[in-house]
């Protein structure tokens, strides 16, 4: 098991930048895949970004260029470094972790707005 709490989410213009993080219980040295997911309102929730314990990054398609994510295993941090925020970025954004099932943060709020 492993718990996930995710923070840095908030009100941001078009254009601008937000750096998300997710804070697990226990160590995520061991976990291969760790990544974000968002969910519009409405809509599905969708993969915006992963990472494996390698450090290979993997992004959909409408954030490559401008959202990169990485990880600390001695911190037990996932971040998400999200530049040019667009108003179709705005979504709950949710941590996940693949560790003997899947496990999901609470989210927290990505509002891209003038």
């Known amino acids: 098991q492993v718990q996930l709490v995710e923070s840095g989410g908030g009100l941001v213009q078009p254009g601008g930048s937000l750096r998300l993080s997710c804070a697990a219980s226990r160590s995520i040295a061991s976990i291969y ?5 968002r969910q519009a309102p409405g809509k599905q929730r969708y993969l915006a970004a992963t990472i494996t314990t ?16 990485s990880r600390d295993n001695a911190k037990n941090t996932v ?5 040019s925020l667009k108003p179709e970025d705005t979504a709950v954004y949710y941590c996940h972790a693949r560790s003997l099932g899947d496990h999901w943060g609470q989210g ?7």
């Open 79 to 83: 971040y998400l470094q999200m530049n």
């Open 108 to 114: 927290t709020q990505v509002t891209v707005s003038s």
């Open 54 to 69: 390698d450090g290979i990054a993997n992004y959909a398609d409408s954030v490559k260029g401008r959202f990169t994510i």
């Open 33 to 37: 895949f760790m990544g974000w997911y």
